[in-house]
T-cell receptor
Framework: KQEVTQIPAALSVPEGENLVLNCSFTDSAIYNLQWFRQDPGKGLTSLLL?????REQTSGRLNASLDKSSGRSTLYIAASQPGDSATYLCAVRLRNTNAGKSTFGDGTTLTVKP | GAGVSQSPSNKVTEKGKDVELRCDPISGHTALYWYRQSLGQGLEFLIYFQGNSAPDKSGLPSDRFSAERTGGSVSTLTIQRTQQEDSAVYLC????????????FGDGTRLSIL
């Protein structure tokens, strides 16, 4: 059974700092890994998707890396802003022909202080 | 363009009643997913559709839960004889296809069982 862990559960940083969020998973036979942000009372917003054959993906100030062998992914946020405050979730999809299931971590709640 | 639309946004009902939740995916998205998010449980996968068929129903918690999708578009999740433990936010997501495409989420339906 795939288990996904996100550490830390909460993080508070001053504006402008660079930061790293961590996601670890137990089964390395993954199809892809996706990072989301969730604002209070809202659904999830897709940030980056990394396919199993890729090592990293970048979008603006965000960079996500994937190391399947160690079962880890990181989300790097450069020059953090108060608008980045949200809960960040990673989701892992296993390699299985009919499996639609993505397993989510419990998230890291980020607060960026002005 | 229009994102994933879910209705109602909030639903309060009495224990024992049946409820129907609706999801309108992004136009052209053939894959559709239902998840449940509750306090202390994180985000749980319920069911996945590819077109009108559901190859993965592994997350449905009991036979009181069912879902259908017609015309490869709108999906309804039905919960019969609701229980208090069914209270949660029900989230729907869609993607272009089963393959390595990001999932896009709606804002969810907040279901409260009295």
């Amino acid at each position: 059974k795939q288990e996904v862990t996100q550490i830390p559960a909460a993080l508070s940083v001053p504006e402008g700092e660079n930061l790293v969020l961590n996601c670890s998973f137990t089964d390395s036979a993954i199809y892809n890994l996706q990072w989301f942000r969730q604002d209070p009372g809202k659904g999830l917003t897709s940030l980056l998707l990394i396919q199993s054959s890729q090592r990293e993906q970048t979008s603006g100030r965000l960079n996500a890396s994937l190391d399947k062998s160690s079962g880890r992914s990181t989300l790097y946020i450069a020059a953090s802003q108060p608008g980045d405050s949200a809960t960040y979730l990673c989701a892992v999809r296993l390699r299985n022909t009919n499996a639609g299931k993505s397993t989510f971590g419990d998230g890291t709640t980020l607060t960026v202080k002005p | 363009g229009a994102g994933v639309s879910q209705s109602p946004s909030n639903k309060v009902t009495e224990k024992g009643k049946d409820v129907e939740l609706r999801c309108d995916p992004i136009s052209g998205h053939t894959a559709l997913y239902w998840y449940r998010q509750s306090l202390g449980q994180g985000l749980e996968f319920l069911i996945y559709f590819q077109g009108n068929s559901a190859p993965d129903k592994s997350g449905l918690p009991s036979d009181r839960f069912s879902a259908e999708r017609t015309g490869g578009s709108v999906s309804t999740l039905t919960i019969q004889r609701t229980q208090q433990e069914d209270s949660a936010v029900y989230l729907c997501a869609s993607s272009l296809s089963y393959s390595n495409q990001p999932q896009h989420f709606g804002d969810g339906t907040r279901l409260s069982i009295l």
